[in-house]
């Protein structure tokens, strides 16, 4: 996020505008993830679980999935140079 920030600040310094920055971090359930990649695989169906219990040692380490989009107002850059 640092980075696109950074990004961000030089876009807008470069045409002389003062920055409007907008960060969004959306955290997207593994079914929203996979939809994005293209993956049409459920989850696991929680009422086949329900009641059972879970491992703890299990849950102590979970992935997470997290979509990051940064918007301003700097002049982007051209097609050629990406």
Sequence with gaps: I?????????????IGELPHIHVKVQELTQDEFNKIRGISIQTKDVELFQGKKEDKKA??????????????????MSHDKI
């Design 2 to 14: 640092r980075e696109l920030i950074e990004n961000s600040l030089d876009a807008c310094e470069s």
């Design 59 to 76: 849950n102590t380490k979970k992935e997470g999935y997290f979509r990051i989009s940064v918007t301003d107002n700097g002049c982007g």
